[in-house]
Nanobody, 124 residues
Framework: QVQLVESGGGLVQPGDSLRLSCAHS????????MGWFRQAPGKERTIVAA????????YYADSVKGRFTISRDNVKNTVYLQMNSLKPEDTAVYYC?????????????????WGQGTQVTVSS
C-alpha cells in the first residue's frame, strides 16, 4: 500500500523560504516520477514541479521557475520542494503525488497516489 505524507508547510512572510518534504511508503519509489501540485481556494489543482525516477526530467511551472527546486532522495524515499522568494500568490495547499507508470503528461489525472496536502500561507 502506497502512502504519501507531506510536511513542512506553514505561515511565512513574503521573501521567505520553506522546504516541503514528502515521504513515500511502499515499494519501488525509485521507479516512479513524482510531482508537487498546489491548489488555492476556488482554483484548480495545478502542477508546480515534477521530477523523473532518477532525479532528471525536471519540470517547473512558469510561475515558480528560478524560485522553486524539486529534488528527491531514493534512499530515503522522499521528494522535496525547496521554495525560495515566496510570494503571497504562492499561498495554497501543496500536494505531492506519484505519477502513474504509463503517464505522459503533468495533468493531475496522470498521478495515481496523492498525499493529504500541507498548507503554505505567504502573508505579511
Amino acid at each position: 500500500q502506497v502512502q504519501l505524507v507531506e510536511s513542512g508547510g506553514g505561515l511565512v512572510q513574503p521573501g521567505d523560504s520553506l522546504r516541503l518534504s514528502c515521504a513515500h511508503s511502499g515499494r519501488d519509489f525509485s521507479l516512479y516520477g513524482m510531482g508537487w501540485f498546489r491548489q488555492a481556494p476556488g482554483k484548480e489543482r495545478t502542477i508546480v514541479a515534477a521530477i523523473g525516477p532518477d532525479g532528471g526530467a525536471l519540470y517547473y511551472a512558469d510561475s515558480v521557475k528560478g524560485r522553486f527546486t524539486i529534488s528527491r532522495d531514493n534512499v530515503k524515499n522522499t521528494v522535496y520542494l525547496q521554495m525560495n522568494s515566496l510570494k503571497p500568490e504562492d499561498t495554497a495547499v501543496y500536494y505531492c503525488a506519484r505519477r502513474a507508470a504509463s503517464a505522459n503528461s503533468f495533468r493531475p489525472s496522470s498521478y495515481d497516489y496523492w498525499g493529504q496536502g500541507t498548507q503554505v500561507t505567504v502573508s505579511s
